[in-house]
Each structure stands twice: as structure tokens, then as C-alpha cells.
Nanobody, 123 residues
Framework: VQLQASGGGLVEAGDGLRLSCANS???????VGWFRQAPGKEREFVAA????????YYTEDVKGRFTISRDAAKNTAYLQMNSLKNEDTAIYYC??????????????????WGQGTQVTVSS
């Protein structure tokens, strides 16, 4: 079972990036979530999408700027990030959960994690 997050990089404020979370070997999960952790801060929820019906949840900070999606045929989830800000700088992780979620959730509800991809936004 492996989640592979990719797509991070160094961008300027206002730019966009698309993160990918490729899933190999994990099936039957309820949702995929994206989390991020900035230096000196706790890991925080960013967005999630339920795999079967595509219901989406976002933290307030990213609403209107980030879009989560999934491609079931490729078993891959995406996080399109637009209008990036300095405060979006963090390591971004994707994770899956077998539990039903009904909104933004803590990381403790997710049981399988990818290795993270660094996103750095410079001003």
C-alpha cells in the first residue's frame, strides 16, 4: 500500500501548482485528504474528497483558491492550488481514510499517509 504525493515546488506568490496523490494498492477507502505542515506548526487539514461520490471539503483558508479532485480510473487525487500565498508554504501530505467523514477532519481519522511534497511560496 503506497500513496505517492508529487507536484510541489518553489513558486512566487500568486502562482499556482497542482499536487498529485497516486494510490497504489489501497482500495475501499472512503476519502482522500490533503494536509499540510508548516515549520513549527501542527499538521492541518486542507481539503478532502469522498472517493465514491466526489463530495468535497475545504478549510476556510483555501476556499476559492484550491480545488480537490480525483480520477478514479487513475486512482489518483489532485489538489489544484491557485493564487498561492506565502502562508501556504508547507509540506503537503495526502492520506486516505476508511472512516466516513462529513467535513474537515483531523489527521487522526486518516490511516494511510504519503511521504509529503514541499510547497514553497516566495514573495
Amino acid at each position: 500500500v503506497q500513496l505517492q504525493a508529487s507536484g510541489g515546488g518553489l513558486v512566487e506568490a500568486g502562482d499556482g501548482l497542482r499536487l498529485s496523490c497516486a494510490n497504489s494498492g489501497r482500495y475501499g477507502f472512503y476519502a482522500v485528504g490533503w494536509f499540510r505542515q508548516a515549520p513549527g506548526k501542527e499538521r492541518e487539514f486542507v481539503a478532502a474528497i469522498t472517493w465514491r461520490n466526489g463530495k468535497k471539503y475545504y478549510t476556510e483558508d483555501v476556499k476559492g483558491r484550491f480545488t480537490i479532485s480525483r480520477d478514479a480510473a487513475k486512482n489518483t487525487a489532485y489538489l489544484q492550488m491557485n493564487s498561492l500565498k506565502n502562508e501556504d508554504t508547507a509540506i503537503y501530505y495526502c492520506a486516505t481514510t476508511l472512516r466516513q467523514i462529513f467535513g474537515p477532519s483531523g489527521s487522526d481519522l486518516y490511516d494511510t499517509w504519503g511521504q509529503g511534497t514541499q510547497v514553497t511560496v516566495s514573495s
